[in-house]
């Protein structure tokens, strides 16, 4: 299973390069990366392994792009030949969705290009059109009805029966509970940034019971009611073998997550996080017998 780090920063890339001089696997946005192309697909791509490129229809769906199916075309035309691969322009996230989005798939293979599909509807003919057609090596699973594990099995086990061939990418999701569980191929995440740059890090805790030993810990300023789950720097149970991690790990101590650069360090240690929740998820598999893809 690959895990792939959404809409990551060139700033986060060098520096965990720099640091463990190891290659990420990325996923880009069209939608959001400006004008980044050149630095991730040029310039630095020695410091990526596999890179793949979301067509920007979140961005769109969200009103937060005005992105258009032509543009996308154009630029996968000048650019998709860099990626390993690209998503569809899959723009209606409802359950009814399915004929914008398969028009405007159907519409970027009359350009000559190959977009991984993506599936909204769990339940209805969506899945069964892909898997008949027979010419799709993967399909994503982007729906709003993954938030259930159930459901988001179902579709799985839906695409391996009607074809154990086909590859899945599942599309914001990296739920350690499931991926250990369920034959998925690929996934990416956007948290590496989001939770450093809201004051946040994850750490895997050794010590913690059970399956997932994921805690969150808050390095902000002040100490706060947090949510059950939620620790704070300072009052951390583990905070002596947390801090024996970020010092071996990064070579930081406290203070670098409170000053200057203190988002950018937790972002590295996130994406390192991530990084290695993609190993655990492997190693978790291998005993379980549920194929790596």
Same mark, same amino acid.
């Given at each position: ?38 630095? #991730?697909?040029?310039?630095? @791509? ?8 979301? !067509?920007? /229809?979140?961005?769109?769906?969200? %009103? ?22 690209y998503f569809n322009f899959d723009t209606d996230f409802t359950d009814k969705g399915f004929e914008n989005n398969i028009a405007n798939q159907l519409k970027m293979e009359s350009a000559g290009l190959n977009p991984i599909p993506v599936v909204h509807n769990f339940f209805d003919r969506e899945i069964d059109y892909y898997v008949e ?42 739920? #350690?509970?499931?991926?250990? @569980? ?8 956007? !948290?590496? /940034?989001?939770?450093?740059?809201? %004051? ?94």
């Open positions: 299973m690959i895990l792939y780090h959404a809409s990551l920063d060139l700033p986060v890339l060098k520096r965990y390069y720099e640091t463990f001089n190891e290659r990420l696997d990325v996923l880009l946005s069209v939608a959001l990366m400006g004008g980044n192309t050149k630095g #991730f697909l040029k310039d630095h @791509r020695h410091m990526i392994d596999k890179i793949v490129a979301d !067509s920007g /229809a979140w961005s769109v769906a969200k %009103g937060a792009s005005s992105l258009t199916l032509e543009e996308v075309i154009s630029y996968f035309k000048l650019w998709g030949h860099k990626f390993c691969d057609s027979d010419k799709y090596q993967w399909v994503a699973l982007g729906s709003s009805q993954s938030t259930n594990f159930d459901d988001f099995r179902y579709a799985v086990h839906r695409i391996k029966k009607g074809n154990p061939d086909i590859k899945i990418h599942w599309f914001g999701g990296s739920r #350690f509970e499931w991926l250990v @569980r369920l034959p998925v191929a690929s996934c990416d995440t956007s !948290s590496w /940034a989001k939770t450093g740059s809201y %004051g946040f890090i994850n750490h895997w805790n050794e010590k913690k019971e059970g399956l997932n030993k994921t805690d969150r810990i808050y390095v902000g300023g002040r100490v706060r009611q947090d949510d059950k789950g939620t620790y704070h720097f300072l009052t951390y149970p583990w905070k002596d073998e947390l801090e024996t991690y970020l010092r071996k790990s990064f070579g930081f101590e406290y203070r670098d997550l409170c000053g200057y650069d203190d988002k950018l360090n937790m972002q590295l240690i996130n994406t390192r996080f991530y990084e290695e929740l993609e190993r655990r998820v492997n190693e978790e598999r291998i005993k379980r017998n549920i194929l790596l893809e």
